[in-house]
Nanobody
Framework: QVQLVESGGGLVQAGDSLRLSCAASGRIFSTYTLAWFRQAPGKEREFVAAVNWSGSRTNYADYVKGRFTISRDYTKNTVYLQMNSLKPEDTAVYYC?????????????????WGQGTQVTVSS
């Protein structure tokens, strides 16, 4: 079992930056993928970014590429999402997720563990 706890969300203005954290606990293996998804009101959950456990490979959705950076600190079992140049359309609940089968694909169905989410609101 894996437990995930997100933190760092809040209310910011357009153009501001925010860093989300996700602390993982439980049985964590080096083959796991860590990812961030988000869900805006009335919309489906969508992929944001993923990183493999070693941190050597990443994958980003086109709509955040160049603005968001995913990273992990394996000494703290924590994954981060640095969000810069935030836009109102980035407003959503952001979820941390773990994929045990490896790979960096965006399909939510491949991620078996989820955190409770943290709200990010970007005002214009």
């Amino acid at each position: 079992q894996v437990q995930l706890v997100e933190s760092g969300g809040g209310l910011v203005q357009a153009g501001d930056s925010l860093r989300l954290s996700c602390a993982a606990s439980g049985r964590i293996f080096s083959t796991y993928t860590l990812a961030w998804f988000r869900q805006a009101p009335g919309k489906e959950r969508e992929f944001v970014a993923a990183v493999n456990w070693s941190g050597s490979r990443t994958n980003y959705a086109d709509y955040v590429k160049g603005r968001f950076t995913i990273s992990r600190d394996y000494t703290k079992n924590t994954v981060y999402l640095q969000m810069n140049s935030l836009k109102p359309e980035d407003t959503a609940v952001y979820y941390c997720a773990v994929r045990v089968t490896g790979g960096l694909g965006p399909g939510a169905e491949n991620y078996g563990y989820w955190g409770q989410g943290t709200q990010v609101t970007v005002s214009s």
